[in-house]
């Protein structure tokens, strides 16, 4: 039995992200919007483009492969698709599907077209009508895999017309009505305006489903809390860590309820002992702290949680609590991506506060058909090193490769996180 999907919405116009399709009025960061989508446990995103020209579609198409670059959990892109090239666009931006729209003269040939270049898995259809279901009722079976079906009414009778499965689109909360729908084997997920609110708590819903055997995709916690080892106030020490940078954040406490709650709602939930009481984690702040993962140490009286963190995590307004230095002793930072960072970190130093005599200041100032000229000759350096028996020369001329490389990367805007989520979507 497959999971049911929660599926969220960003319409987006000129590049940001709206409201819907007929309220532009608040515009927000598309990335920005998606990454709480990704957090809050989110398990698809419907990128639909608003864009009236040609110039807007690409900024549009842009802002979906931004999505894409950023973000772990799967996207749909639809709107504003008249070729195939639109549908090629798209899933070269990142999207694993593409929606067409059914109440689209065009779109009958186009799916077949598509169905057959990119195969049905990737295709989907949009409906405001049943009539669309009638005229391709012959081939529309093998040419896509899922339909959105956006208007309830449509609901009485589909599954006499069709076998294809599909999402619901459900603007206003309604537990029952939900739970009603997403326990017909035909409907594999809701989407609506409700579920787009960020302040949605999508894993305490998927919680709830579950309650009532929906199988969801949410956690289902291997340890529970009575094979830990609580202290003698019956409090479990919790660690938080960035999961991307594995950088320590800060140290708490859980009791028994903040344990269940942290995993029923995906929000680090801690026991305030002062106040002695739960603590969601930028309850006040909006500094959330959304769980990647929870694991118990070798003596379970500890846990490590790994974390999406919002802003910062400390109250003072540092990003980690552990900022106090006692002792340091010097040693050589050998982690990769570290010292890429660091590297990088000085390169934008230079860039922003220059030095007299700086090697680096020397290229900026000349230019970026300077750096590129540099870039160039260390690249032919490379080969001619690699030729030779020994490593040395090649690691040397690799490492003045690198630099250079980031020295075009400052020049030109681009970070290694922006090289390192492109590479994970390779």
């Given at each position: 039995m497959e999971h049911k999907n929660i599926v969220a919405t960003i319409y987006i116009k000129d590049g940001m992200a709206v409201k819907s399709p007929s309220d532009l009025s608040v515009k927000k960061d598309v990335l920005e919007l998606a990454s709480v989508y990704d957090d809050s446990g989110i398990d698809k995103i419907i990128c639909f483009d608003l864009s009236t020209d040609d110039e807007e579609h690409e900024k549009n198409i842009l802002a979906i492969r931004e999505i894409n670059r950023n973000i772990q959990i799967k996207t749909a892109g639809g709107g504003n698709i008249k070729r195939l090239e639109d549908v090629k666009k798209l899933l070269y931006a990142g999207c694993v599907e593409v929606i067409l729209n059914g109440s689209k003269p065009e779109t009958i040939d186009l799916i077949k077209e598509a169905s057959a270049r990119f195969g049905p898995q990737k295709m989907l259809v949009s409906l405001s009508t049943v009539d669309f279901l009638f005229k391709t009722k012959d081939f529309l079976p093998d040419s896509i895999h899922e339909l959105l079906i956006l208007n309830t009414e449509l609901l009485e009778g589909l599954e006499n017309i069709t076998n294809i499965p599909y999402i619901v689109q459900v603007d206003d909360y309604n537990f029952e009505y939900i739970e009603k729908l997403l326990k017909s084997d035909q409907i594999r997920g809701i989407s609506g305006m409700f579920i787009n609110h960020v302040n949605s708590n999508v894993m305490q819903l998927k919680a709830e489903l579950s309650d009532v055997g929906i199988k969801m995709d949410n956690f289902e916690p291997k340890l529970s809390w009575s094979d830990l080892k609580p202290n003698s106030d019956g409090l479990v020490p919790a660690i938080a860590q960035d999961f991307q940078t594995g950088e320590v954040l800060?140290?708490?406490?859980?009791?028994?309820?903040?344990?269940?709650?942290?995993?029923?709602?995906?929000?680090?939930?801690?026991?305030?002992?002062?106040?002695q009481s739960l603590w969601v984690k930028g309850e006040t702040s909006g500094h959330f702290q959304y769980v990647k993962s929870l694991t118990a140490d070798c003596d379970f009286d500890t846990i490590l949680a790994k974390v999406s963190q919002v802003g910062a995590a400390c109250h003072t307004g540092n990003y980690t609590c552990f900022f106090n230095e006692i002792v340091k002793k010097e040693y050589i930072e050998r982690n990769p991506l570290k010292v890429f960072e660091d590297v990088y970190a000085v390169i934008k130093d230079r860039k922003v506060n220059p030095k007299e005599g700086s090697y680096t200041n020397y290229l900026f100032d000349k230019g970026i058909d300077k750096i590129l000229k540099k870039v160039g000759e260390e690249a032919t350096e490379i080969i001619i090193a690699a030729k030779n028996p020994a490593n040395e020369e090649t690691k040397y001329e690799i490492s003045d490769f690198l630099y250079h490389m980031m020295v075009l990367m400052v020049e030109k805007g681009v970070t290694w996180e922006d090289i390192t989520s492109e590479l994970a979507q390779r």
């Amino acid at each position: 039995m497959e999971h049911k999907n929660i599926v969220a919405t960003i319409y987006i116009k000129d590049g940001m992200a709206v409201k819907s399709p007929s309220d532009l009025s608040v515009k927000k960061d598309v990335l920005e919007l998606a990454s709480v989508y990704d957090d809050s446990g989110i398990d698809k995103i419907i990128c639909f483009d608003l864009s009236t020209d040609d110039e807007e579609h690409e900024k549009n198409i842009l802002a979906i492969r931004e999505i894409n670059r950023n973000i772990q959990i799967k996207t749909a892109g639809g709107g504003n698709i008249k070729r195939l090239e639109d549908v090629k666009k798209l899933l070269y931006a990142g999207c694993v599907e593409v929606i067409l729209n059914g109440s689209k003269p065009e779109t009958i040939d186009l799916i077949k077209e598509a169905s057959a270049r990119f195969g049905p898995q990737k295709m989907l259809v949009s409906l405001s009508t049943v009539d669309f279901l009638f005229k391709t009722k012959d081939f529309l079976p093998d040419s896509i895999h899922e339909l959105l079906i956006l208007n309830t009414e449509l609901l009485e009778g589909l599954e006499n017309i069709t076998n294809i499965p599909y999402i619901v689109q459900v603007d206003d909360y309604n537990f029952e009505y939900i739970e009603k729908l997403l326990k017909s084997d035909q409907i594999r997920g809701i989407s609506g305006m409700f579920i787009n609110h960020v302040n949605s708590n999508v894993m305490q819903l998927k919680a709830e489903l579950s309650d009532v055997g929906i199988k969801m995709d949410n956690f289902e916690p291997k340890l529970s809390w009575s094979d830990l080892k609580p202290n003698s106030d019956g409090l479990v020490p919790a660690i938080a860590q960035d999961f991307q940078t594995g950088e320590v954040l800060m140290m708490a406490y859980m009791n028994q309820e903040s344990f269940d709650t942290t995993i029923r709602t995906g929000k680090m939930t801690y026991f305030s002992r002062s106040r002695q009481s739960l603590w969601v984690k930028g309850e006040t702040s909006g500094h959330f702290q959304y769980v990647k993962s929870l694991t118990a140490d070798c003596d379970f009286d500890t846990i490590l949680a790994k974390v999406s963190q919002v802003g910062a995590a400390c109250h003072t307004g540092n990003y980690t609590c552990f900022f106090n230095e006692i002792v340091k002793k010097e040693y050589i930072e050998r982690n990769p991506l570290k010292v890429f960072e660091d590297v990088y970190a000085v390169i934008k130093d230079r860039k922003v506060n220059p030095k007299e005599g700086s090697y680096t200041n020397y290229l900026f100032d000349k230019g970026i058909d300077k750096i590129l000229k540099k870039v160039g000759e260390e690249a032919t350096e490379i080969i001619i090193a690699a030729k030779n028996p020994a490593n040395e020369e090649t690691k040397y001329e690799i490492s003045d490769f690198l630099y250079h490389m980031m020295v075009l990367m400052v020049e030109k805007g681009v970070t290694w996180e922006d090289i390192t989520s492109e590479l994970a979507q390779r």
